[in-house]
T-cell receptor, first 114, second 118 residues
Framework: ELKVEQNPLFLSMQEGKNYTIYCNYS?????LYWYRQDPGKSLESLFV?????AVKQEGRLMASLDTKARLSTLHITAAVHDLSATYFC??????????????FGTGTLLAVQP | NAGVTQTPKFRVLKTGQSMTLLCAQD?????MYWYRQDPGMGLRLIHY???????AKGEVPDGYNVSRLKKQNFLLGLESAAPSQTSVYFC?????????????????FGPGTRLTVL
């Protein structure tokens, strides 16, 4: 059974600081997704990572995937208040061919303080 | 395009009542999904569909039924609601490319339905 673990579960950081959210998963997969959810809202797609070594960046967020370590990271650079949200990683458990049946992590609640 | 829409947005049921949640998408996606989101547990897949007329079970299917009579609609039914089904329900749609090495699209989520079962 595929398990997806995120840490930390809660992150309070100051504006301007850098930090990393980690997403570990328990079985082989080569498809990993990052989503953002604002309070009371739906999920918004941030990144799709489809191969070992994949790195994608959008603004102050950068995501990477290491399929051998079964690890993805979401790095936040010079945080701003607008980044405050819950961030989820999700993994497709089928290696080598997508099923798109995603298994989600429990989420990381990010609070950026002024 | 409206994307993915869900009806209703909020609902309160009594134990044992039944209801149907409607999801509609206008992106011509083959795949549709129903998730539930509970505090501290992320999203869990209830049922999904890979095309019109097909459905399959996800991680937590018990107590729910689904139907996909039209490509653009995916219905989630609760036949006899229980307090344990109090949750926020999200519908999503997407497509999958099965050729190795090609990009697999992400899923697009609806706004959610907040269901309380008393």
């Amino acid at each position: 059974e595929l398990k997806v673990e995120q840490n930390p579960l809660f992150l309070s950081m100051q504006e301007g600081k850098n930090y990393t959210i980690y997403c570990n998963y328990s079985t082989t997969s080569d498809r990993l997704y990052w989503y953002r959810q604002d309070p009371g809202k739906s999920l918004e797609s941030l990144f799709v990572l489809l191969s070992n070594g994949a790195v994608k960046q959008e603004g102050r967020l950068m995501a990477s995937l290491d399929t051998k370590a079964r690890l993805s990271t979401l790095h936040i650079t010079a945080a701003v208040h607008d980044l405050s949200a819950t961030y989820f990683c999700a993994v497709d458990p089928n290696y080598g061919g997508a099923t798109n049946k995603l298994i989600f992590g429990t989420g990381t609640l990010l609070a950026v303080q002024p | 395009n409206a994307g993915v829409t869900q009806t209703p947005k909020f609902r309160v049921l009594k134990t044992g009542q039944s209801m149907t949640l409607l999801c509609a998408q206008d992106m011509n996606h083959e795949y549709m999904y129903w998730y539930r989101q509970d505090p501290g547990m992320g999203l869990r897949l209830i049922h999904y569909s890979v095309g019109e007329g097909t459905t399959a079970k996800g991680e937590v299917p018990d107590g729910y039924n689904v139907s996909r009579l039209k490509k653009q609609n995916f219905l989630l039914g609760l036949e006899s609601a229980a307090p344990s089904q109090t949750s926020v329900y999200f519908c999503a749609s997407g497509f999958v490319t099965h050729l190795p090495g090609l990009a697999s699209d992400t899923q697009y989520f609806g706004p959610g339905t907040r269901l309380t079962v008393l």
